[in-house]
């Protein structure tokens, strides 16, 4: 079941930031992607690997607080799914040039539901590549960080199972999900069985 709009209930400045992001985003992600493909047709491995890992500038303030709520991991781009997505989110991120143009950008309304809902789309395929939410300050939804989903069907568990199971996960989204017949003895299942999930790493 998709999530519902939440992007469209920040404050116009949040908003407009908001989708400065995403539009700088999406522009750095399709670039990236090119250099990759350059790279890799001209045997430089090493700069076909770079071009996966993306630096991000710290958010801006708004309003006094962050403009991305939570924290994001340093991002590596998924190219396949970039691969996939290219031509949707090049067209995507062509409806939200108006609004980040730096010189003249046209006027956000929060109503124009064809505008939140493209901005939103931008920001799902952006978290497919990055495998991380992105949330931004004000919105009903878990926070920005790694998202982390597993799931597990079993008939029997005679040791110990787990859906989802990691060290350390300071921050962001974790989904375990486990279905099992029976649990001989001295058997265990988890939906996730995580040393430290949320705060600082130890």
């Known amino acids: ?4 709009l939440t992007i469209a209930a920040v404050g116009a400045i949040v908003l407009t930031e908001g989708i400065k992001f995403l539009y700088g985003q999406a522009t750095e992600v399709l670039k990236r992607w090119r250099d990759r493909k350059e790279a890799a047709a ?11 890992r993306v630096t991000l500038e710290s ?11 939570g924290r994001l991991a340093p991002p590596v ?9 290219a031509e949707t989110l090049g067209d995507l991120r062509r409806g939200l040039a108006p609004y980040a143009d730096v010189v003249d950008p046209k006027p956000i309304d929060a109503q124009n539901e064809q505008l939140t809902e493209t901005a939103d789309a931008v920001r799902q395929l952006l978290e497919a590549v990055y495998r991380q939410r992105i949330t931004f300050q004000g919105e009903q939804r878990p926070a920005s960080g790694p998202v982390v989903e597993g799931e597990l069907k079993v008939d029997q568990v005679l040791g110990d199972a787990a859906a989802v199971r990691a060290r350390v ?3 962001g989204y974790v989904l375990g999900r486990v279905q099992a017949g029976t649990v001989g003895p001295g058997g265990r299942i988890s939906a996730v069985d995580a040393d430290t999930i949320g705060g600082a790493p130890p």
């Not at 079941?1 to 519902?4: K, L, Y």
């Not at 430089?44 to 770079?50: G, H, V």
């Not at 781009?77 to 997505?85: A, N, T």
Request: aromatic share 2%; glycine share 6%; proline share 13%.
């Open 59 to 69: 958010p801006p303030i708004v309003e006094g607080k962050p403009l991305i709520e």
């Open 1 to 4: 079941m998709p999530e519902p």
């Open 169 to 171: 996960i300071a921050s």
């Open 42 to 52: 001209k045997g430089d491995t090493a700069a076909a690997e770079a071009a996966a």
């Open 77 to 85: 781009i998924d190219f396949e799914v970039v691969e996939r997505s």
